[in-house]
């Protein structure tokens, strides 16, 4: 197989699970995100701290075909780009049919992207965190945890020309992390929303396990017997909403009958939250893996996981 120039060698099989564990994954929910903002450095070191299996990172591309880490198709949330470029916003219909003003990340460049600013939004005591690049995040838990990154609305950056499955592949080839592992587990699982997405990732990354991430309106289509079945053929876990475990704990054993791990998300609790509320979350975490036996869970409270 070769990816982006590199030779790489995989197995013929191309479906695995996590090898057996007497502990599930803490995936850590765009870092430790309660307590920092999302999708920083500052973010991504609190997961490591914290004692994250995964950390993970949403990812872009900007408009010079680097991978960023950002959970929105937009900039506007989660920094300063609304006042350091006023003029290159697009404007669209938003609900209610009211006109909106949106920054998509894939109209700037990467050096554009490190002038904003990505902490203040949170708290001023992250005034001046950056944007990080897939690759600054992989230099910062490489070794430390494994990565568990999203393709954001890959369908969308297709329609654009730009090929983010492939620039993925290139990275983690890049940086030897195809066939990796951490702790004896995968060094990289991938996941997306998008079916066709997670296809193609298995054509490109056979050796990468990938998990099909699910919300309320794909349930139907894949929560099911036959569903999980056709899931298998090209995924290796689900990431249902825990809401949706909850509706129907049964879809756990028949994921599991089916092959198919899974990872729920997402658990959490206000970085200001009482103790009854934190602990509230610890306790619903602990209920998932004792009695719903999932394989691992995504949440923003890295430091709440029971161990």
Known sequence: MVVAGATVDVPAATRFMMPPSSSPWLVAHRGASAYAP???????????????DYVEQDLTLTRDGVLVCLHDDTLERTTDVETRFPDRA???TGA??????????????????????????????????????????IALVKGRAGIFPELKSPARLNARGVDVEQAVAAVLAKHGLIDAQVKGRPAVYLQSFEEKSVRRLATLLPAVPRALLIGAKDAARWLTADGLREA????????????????????????????????????????????????????????????????????????????
Request: proline share 6%; charged share 25%.
């Open 38 to 52: 999302e999708h920083t450095i500052a973010a991504y070191t609190l997961a490591l701290e914290q004692g994250a």
């Open 90 to 92: 697009v404007a669209e």
């Open 96 to 137: 209610g049919g009211s006109p909106v003003k949106r920054w998509y990340a894939n109209d700037f460049t990467l050096a554009e992207l490190k002038t904003l600013d990505a902490g203040s939004w949170f708290d001023a005591r992250f005034a001046g965190e950056r944007v990080p690049t897939f690759e600054e995040a």
């Open 232 to 307: 298998k053929t090209f995924a290796t876990a689900i990431g249902p909403a825990r809401a949706l475990i909850e509706a129907r704990p049964a879809v756990v054993a028949e994921a599991h009958a089916a092959g198919l791990a899974v990872v729920p998300y997402t658990f959490r609790a206000a970085r200001d939250a009482a103790a009854p509320a934190r602990d509230a979350v610890r306790d619903e975490m602990r209920r998932f893996i004792a009695e719903r036996g999932v394989d691992g869970l995504f949440t923003d409270n890295p430091d709440l996981f029971p161990r």
